[in-house]
Each structure stands twice: as structure tokens, then as C-alpha cells.
């Protein structure tokens, strides 16, 4: 069994689309073991994306991440890591494949919806920043 961290940005709240987010996870078969809604203030968020600190995006990054409530959750299942970010689809919505989160729900590569850990490394970073008693 693995862990991720999964992220409903504050684009999927504000769209009332966390549902339909959770409904995928659900029916691929990975299960929910936290969740919360909440807000980040920009230490969290910068400690989360610390890996793109020298991108020319990640101001805007740290802005629209940190702009309205959000849903964490720690996902959990057979490659959960790998599953979910199958889930998600590529980083940019508009050559995300149909039928992955962000080539059916979105169109603009901030707004993409979701997060995904990437390896085991960042899935255990991740989720001892957002859930340190778990
Ligand atoms: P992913 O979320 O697929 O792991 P990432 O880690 O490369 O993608 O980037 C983190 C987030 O940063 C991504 O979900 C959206 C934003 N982002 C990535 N590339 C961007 C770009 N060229 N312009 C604006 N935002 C970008
Ligand atoms: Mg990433």
C-alpha cells in the first residue's frame, strides 16, 4: 500500500467541483485516510512548492494557491502515487488526455484543479507538511 498527498485547488472549491473530484478517486478504487479543508498561508505554500522557487510562475503560484479555501487529503491504494496522477492528467489541461481530471474540468495550466505528489520522496514530505500527526 502507498500514500499521496492530493490537493483539490481553491479553483476546484470555488467550482463546487470537489465532489466530482473525490467521486474519481473513489470509484478508481484508492481510499480517503485524511482530509480537511483549509486555507494555506504563503510559509506552507512556499515550503510545498519549494521545488519551483526559481520558476518566473511561482509568485503567482504561491498567490492563487494561497487565494481561497482548499481540500488536502492523503489518498492511499495499490501505486496510489502513480494511480492518481493518472487520475489528474499532464500538468497542462489542454493536452491532458479526455477523461483525466484536468482534460475534462479545466483549460488553464494554474487553474489545473489538483495536485499529485510525484515520487515516494515528495508523497512523504508532502504529507508530514499537511498532516504532521498522521
Ligand atoms: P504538476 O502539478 O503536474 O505536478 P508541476 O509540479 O510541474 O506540475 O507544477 C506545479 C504547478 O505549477 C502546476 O500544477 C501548475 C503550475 N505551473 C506549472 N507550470 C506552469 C507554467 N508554465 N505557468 C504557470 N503555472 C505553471
Ligand atoms: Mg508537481
Redesign the pocket.
Known amino acids: 500500500m502507498e500514500r499521496t498527498l492530493v490537493l483539490i485547488k481553491p479553483d476546484g472549491v470555488r467550482r463546487s467541483i470537489v465532489g466530482e473530484v473525490i467521486s474519481r478517486i473513489e470509484r478508481k478504487g484508492l481510499n480517503l485516510v485524511a482530509m480537511e479543508l483549509r486555507t494555506l498561508d504563503a510559509d506552507t505554500a512556499k515550503t510545498h512548492?519549494e521545488e519551483?522557487a526559481s520558476r518566473p510562475?511561482f509568485g503567482?503560484?504561491v498567490e492563487f494557491i494561497t487565494g481561497g479555501p482548499l481540500v488536502a487529503m492523503v489518498v492511499e491504494g495499490e501505486r496510489a502515487i502513480e494511480a492518481f496522477r493518472a487520475l489528474a492528467g499532464a500538468?497542462d489541461p489542454v493536452t491532458a488526455a479526455p477523461g483525466t481530471i484536468r482534460g475534462d474540468l479545466a483549460l488553464e495550466?494554474?487553474q489545473?484543479i489538483v495536485?499529485g505528489s510525484?515520487s515516494t520522496y515528495s508523497a512523504e514530505r508532502e504529507i508530514k507538511l499537511f498532516f504532521p500527526n498522521l
Request: hydrophobic share 25%; charged share 10%.
Open positions: 512548492y519551483h510562475f503567482s503560484l500538468t495550466v494554474q489545473n495536485h510525484d
